[in-house]
């Protein structure tokens, strides 16, 4: 138990066992060069990065994650594929079967619910465009200025 609280990067085997089957299948590799890090490997860098915060660029390499630009891309391609809509989908099935979901703390954000109407129209914005805005820093009468010359 010890492990996990000090390290949750790490993916377990039961949340292994739900994520592997949602990833999409690598395809031909184009040109050579490292070996690809594993799909696992890769998630835990990335949870490696969400966890602490820090930049991509600053993944140790010593954890064994790949570098940080893969674990990115990673995360960039299993999102435009829907990956973590599916596991939250996954997730939430399984909690359902097991009873443990707790809807009495839910809450609705109303900055994701759509305005069924919309606010007053603005008035147009006045145009400067054609008027020279006043100097602030000299002027056309001789008055102003500081120095005179007799």
């Keep these: 138990m010890g492990k996990r609280e000090s390290r949750p990067w790490i993916v377990s085997d039961e949340l292994w066992s739900l994520i592997e089957p949602l990833l999409p299948k690598p395809g031909?590799?184009?040109?050579?060069?490292?070996?690809?890090?594993?799909?696992?490997?890769?998630?835990?860098g990335i949870l490696f990065v969400l966890h602490t915060g820090i930049q991509w660029e600053y993944l140790p390499q010593e954890l064994g994650f790949g570098?940080?630009?893969?674990?990115?891309?990673?995360?960039?391609?299993?999102?435009?594929?829907?990956?973590?809509?599916?596991?939250?989908?996954?997730?939430?099935?399984?909690?359902?079967?097991?009873?443990?979901?707790?809807?009495?703390?839910?809450v609705i954000?109303?900055?994701?619910?759509?305005?069924?109407?919309?606010?007053p129209k603005a008035g147009p914005a006045r145009s400067t465009a054609h008027d020279r805005a006043a100097s602030t820093t000299s002027s056309p009468t001789g008055r102003a200025s500081r120095s005179r010359c007799r």
Excluded: Y
């Excluded at 590799?29 to 998630?43: F, M, N, S, T």
């Excluded at 399984?94 to 703390?105: E, F, G, H, T, V």
């Design 109 to 119: 954000d109303s900055s994701h619910v759509r305005a069924a109407r919309r606010g």
């Design 28 to 44: 031909p590799k184009l040109v050579e060069g490292r070996p690809r890090i594993p799909d696992r490997q890769a998630l835990s």
């Design 67 to 106: 570098s940080g630009m893969t674990c990115w891309r990673r995360l960039a391609a299993w999102n435009e594929a829907g990956v973590w809509d599916e596991l939250h989908l996954v997730l939430l099935k399984k909690l359902r079967a097991a009873k443990k979901l707790d809807w009495s703390r839910a």
